[in-house]
């Protein structure tokens, strides 16, 4: 555990998923994922090549929102991670996107409905573990000021104030031509005061 790792001093977390059912998510196939839980994760299957995202119900304002996971038959650009600060739940069309490639590449976007914006482009960094073994993402959230985390260290951080309170939950998009699944161990909050 690195010592940066806000999960490490923020004590006992507020929320915790640890996707032995699939009470708190939509479940099933919509025209851009598939969601099912197996074995005690939560599979995202991406069905086009366009990030698709599934969301849970807490509405957060100030966090450190962090999710275990894996996808261990993906490769290259094929990507996955968090959704935040969604406004509206049940259009689900705008947000935060902080995730990683399989090949080992971070990025944070802002999705509008219609166009994603990068605030912070795909970087490389030896903080993510590659070739589908398993990540810990993280991410601070106190009103503008956005930090990520991965495997418990800070790689960037950035001020946006488009959106400051709303939903998260999962997406996942495939770089190539095949169908990309991200596996989801555990995925745990803590409110800010």
Not at 51 to 80: I, N, Q, V
Request: glycine residues 12%; charged residues 25%.
């Amino acid at each position: 555990m690195s010592d940066t790792d806000p999960a490490a001093t923020l004590g006992t977390p507020d929320w915790v998923e640890n996707m032995e059912n699939g009470d708190n998510w939509p479940t099933g196939f919509n025209e851009y994922t598939t969601i099912e839980f197996e074995d005690g994760f939560l599979k995202l299957t991406a069905e086009k090549d366009v990030d698709g995202w599934r969301l849970t119900w807490p509405f957060l304002s100030d966090f450190y929102l962090e999710a275990t996971l894996k996808s261990p038959e993906c490769s290259g650009g094929d990507h996955f991670g968090l959704m935040f600060r969604v406004p509206a739940n049940a259009n689900a069309n705008k947000g935060y996107l902080f995730g990683i490639t399989c090949d080992g590449r971070y990025s944070l976007r802002r999705w509008d409905g219609t166009n994603m914006y990068a605030l912070v482009g795909w970087t490389a960094d030896d903080a993510i573990n590659t070739d589908g073994a398993v990540n810990k993402l993280g991410i601070w959230a106190e009103g503008k000021n956005l930090a990520f985390y991965i495997n418990g260290e800070k790689v960037d951080e950035v001020t946006d104030n488009t959106y400051l309170e709303g939903s998260f939950g999962l997406f996942v998009g495939n770089g190539g031509e095949d169908k990309v699944t991200v596996s989801v161990d555990q995925i745990r909050y803590w409110e800010l005061p």
